[in-house]
């Protein structure tokens, strides 16, 4: 089936580029994180906690990725690789990208303009806001496509429980 090839060589590719976005975001937060614990010149504590989240969102997000690349790779044939796992981690994740991407747009307004702002890391802040937006795209694309699958695995007999390649 062309589903199951595309699926096979597109999978990677796609947990890999979120794997590097994800990389790339948290850099960018870890290092507002450490600066804003250092010297204490964020705006507000909702910049803080923002931040912190996008945080969090990242190392949830290679963490997750890591580990099911793995069980693609290694263990194809396990829980862990079925339509269902992949489907209630990738909402999960989907989940945080979407409330941290959304907080963050909140709380810079949209996007700054570095030149009239009163944020000590105006590049940074738009540079955590643009890849949180690149990974909700990607997360999104991500669980689409898994869910075709889960609808293609689910007509042809094996349920949601069924391996995410056959």
Do not use: K
Not at 55 to 76: D, E, K, M, R
Not at 95 to 121: E, H, K, P, R
């Amino acid at each position: 089936m062309a589903f199951d090839n595309h699926m096979q060589r597109g999978y990677p590719i796609v947990f890999g580029l979120i794997l590097l976005f994800s990389a790339i975001e948290l850099a960018i937060s870890a290092w507002l994180t450490a600066r804003f614990s250092a010297r204490h010149d964020y705006f507000s504590t909702d910049e803080l906690d923002r931040t912190h989240f996008i945080l969090f969102s990242s190392i949830w997000t290679i963490v997750v990725s890591v580990f099911y690349l793995l069980f693609f790779f290694v263990l194809p044939s396990t829980v862990m690789s079925s339509v269902l796992s992949h489907i209630i981690l990738l909402l999960l994740t989907w989940i945080f990208w979407t409330a941290g991407a959304a907080s963050v747009t909140t709380l810079l307004g949209g996007g700054l303009n570095c030149s009239q702002t009163v944020f000590a890391y105006c590049g940074q802040l738009n540079a955590m806001e643009a890849f949180a937006w690149l990974l909700w795209v990607l997360v999104t694309f991500l669980l689409i496509i898994v869910a075709i699958r889960g609808i293609l695995v689910a007509r042809r007999g094996d349920g949601v429980r069924g391996p995410l390649l056959a």
